[in-house]
């Protein structure tokens, strides 16, 4: 069934050539028990390690079954030493972190056997070899003599034809030695077995036959004339394949023997993730606040459309890059006129009765409100706390022109009553009346006071505010026509208690709520929409705005007009129509705001640039600067955990390469019981595979058990509750990455254990 045709082999060593095998050429039988007889270094472990497949012959060849080895490849080696060979050693080659069991069940792990099946057999193997009730130990719990019989115990449980033994009893004591003999004589009834061994007695005992070898030749073969039998028993050789499962158990035994280091690699694996889950939880949190602060509060800031906007187009940013590329301390003697970069970035919006249509026709349910800003002046006198009168000034003064008091365009949310507190009064929109808004401070420019009439040495109560009368003069009383002009009354007195005069007071005072404080904290004064209707129907017929309308110069000064002052403008200051020169859109929500941007974007479909109105939407710049800032931190933050990550990474290559050092003469075991390169790789890949995912695991569990204080904390800083939250994407996805990581930086130690020379693997310590 075996027969070697004269095969050599030598090892190099530096220039050294040392011929192991100088030719050998022998036959084996089924049945047979050989001993192989020699000095020490005369080749008798390089012949069984040749015949084990363990080692490759220089020349020659090795006929298993009339088959010629000498074109095998390397799973065919490896599943013959799975299937053919048993190999029992000198120094018993046990894995020592499993079990007894877990040792012999091997080949038969690597052969692929179920659990049930395997664990069948390995029990009746251990009990052939009266070692049943041992099972459960681990090897080093044992006696050498029942260790030899456990590695005797794994050469059978394969039912191999061929079992190896080098120098079985060496490391035995006598007695022991005799019943492990004993043991190998019975397994030669059914097996050939070839046993190396220096003590000639034992073979002379036990061995039917002896062949004796001296520098790597054979010196002298008891059966040399004996006939050999023909022999037509086949040898099965079945692939081996170590399944993943099993790659990961045997690591998983192994990693449980050093668990004080894999905890320490874990460790430095698992401070990056803790970095890194951090750092996604606290933006994620944050980003979450952002958008929550954004719909609640930035979309109710309204969407601009005033006399200027902004515009920050392509083309007028590349205009202020050229303007900046312009040649600096030149010698010309020359002036250049430029425009300035402001002036280009400007847009002038000309609000039109045909714009304010296309205003009116916006869809309603997706404002909360609307308001406008006026250019009307108007006409209000009022007597001061002195006794004396004067004109409250609506137009100019500290605070902006007053605007129109947001009128409710739905019932499903009332930004104002969302934003404000009414401290005092009632507001109604829909009877003639002023509002005054002061700030968080409950304070108000004192300029705005004076102008309203208030002596401003004090505080003032809001009952003075609310009580306080004002006279809305009609442009025919206010002006005075004198020739081609009018001129402004300044008798208040009169204008104040004269009888067209109507009277409108304070009728609320609001105050933002404290939670919309930053965004929405002003102060000024609005009217009411009904007042501003009132006065525009008045004064739309008056003397004034008829003189005006016919007149190509301005009534009240006699300048002519020019770009800046146009006749419709001093047309809308007298109160002519009611074109606002800015309007103020608040959105119902967050996407309410995007369909009125793009209606108000349609506008300017197809307009020229001069006719286009644009809108300023000051909220969006806000969120899309934050959005981004956001971005940038994180990436940041991210970038320095990352290093974390790489320094653990390349600890765990370190660590996995001392593994593989440590565990080579396991990996020699395995490869003589027919592990596949492949499969050592498993093995290795299978424990930093464990090490990533219980860092990954560690470092994700103390992430989010660290987001409880970090929320607190930030609770007390900022009074944001919950804001550091794990998304459980986030995590998987952290737990994917440390696992591939780790894998990867073990994967070059892993090759290399696969690469290892199984007889120097066994050899080594
Ligand atoms: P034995 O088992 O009979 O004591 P070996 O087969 O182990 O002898 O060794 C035969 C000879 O080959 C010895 O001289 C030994 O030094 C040499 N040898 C064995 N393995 C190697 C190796 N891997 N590299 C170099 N020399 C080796
Ligand atoms: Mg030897």
Known sequence: MLKLKNIKKSYKTGDFVQHALKGVS?????????????PSGSGKTTLLNIIGGLDRYDSGDLIINNKSTKKFKATEWDAYRNNCIGFIFQSYNLISHISVLENVEMALTLSGYNRKDRKQKAMEALERVGLKQHAHKKPNQLS???????????????DPEIILADEPTGALDSTTSLQIMNLIQEISKEKLVIMVTHNPDLAKTYANRIIEFKDGEIINDSNANEQKKSDNSEIHIKKTVLSYLSALHLSFNNIKTKKGRTFLTSFAAFIGIIGIALILALSNGFQVEIDRFEKDTLAQMPITISTQAVSMDEETIQEMIESNDQE?????????PIESAMHTMVHENVI??????YIDKIDKSQLSGISYQLATALNIVTQNDDGSYQKVSTGSGVSDMWS???TKTSDEADMMENTYDVLAGTIDTSSPGL???????????????????????????????????????????????????????TDYESLYNGSNSDTVKIEAIIRVKEDKESFANGSGVYYTEELVNQIIDKNK????????????????????????NTKDTILAYLGADSVPVAVYLYPQ?????????????EYNEGKNEEDQILYTDVAAIMSSLSGSIMDAITIVLIAFSSISLIVSSIMIAIITYISVLERTKEIGILRALGARGKDITRVFNAETMIIGFCSGALGLIIAYLLTFPVNMIIENMFGLAGVAKLNPIHAILLLVISVSLTVLSGFIPAKMASKKDTVIALRTE
Do not use: C, H, W
């Open 404 to 406: 129109v008091y947001p």
């Open 328 to 336: 600096k301390f030149i010698d010309d003697k020359v002036v250049k």
């Open 26 to 38: 022998l036959e084996f039988n089924n049945n047979e028990f050989v001993a192989i007889l020699g």
């Open 541 to 564: 017929e008056s003397d004034i705005v008829k003189a005006q309308e016919n007149t190509d110069f301005n009534v009240m000064t006699g300048a002519t007009f020019d770009e800046e």
């Open 352 to 357: 039109t009765q045909e714009y304010m249509e």
């Open 144 to 158: 050498g003599g029942q260790m030899q019989r456990v590695a005797i115990a794994r050469a059978l449980v394969n």
């Open 589 to 601: 929500d967050f996407d309410a705001k995007d369909e009125i941007t793009t209606y108000l974007d």
């Open 435 to 489: 509002i005054l808004e002061i700030n968080s401070t409950n304070s108000i420019d004192q300029t705005i006071l004076e102008n309203l009439g208030f002596k401003t040495d004090e505080d003032i109560t809001f009952e003075d505010i609310l009580n306080k009368e004002y006279k809305v003069v009609t442009n025919n009383d206010y002006y005075q026509n004198i020739g081609d002009y009018f001129i402004p009354s």
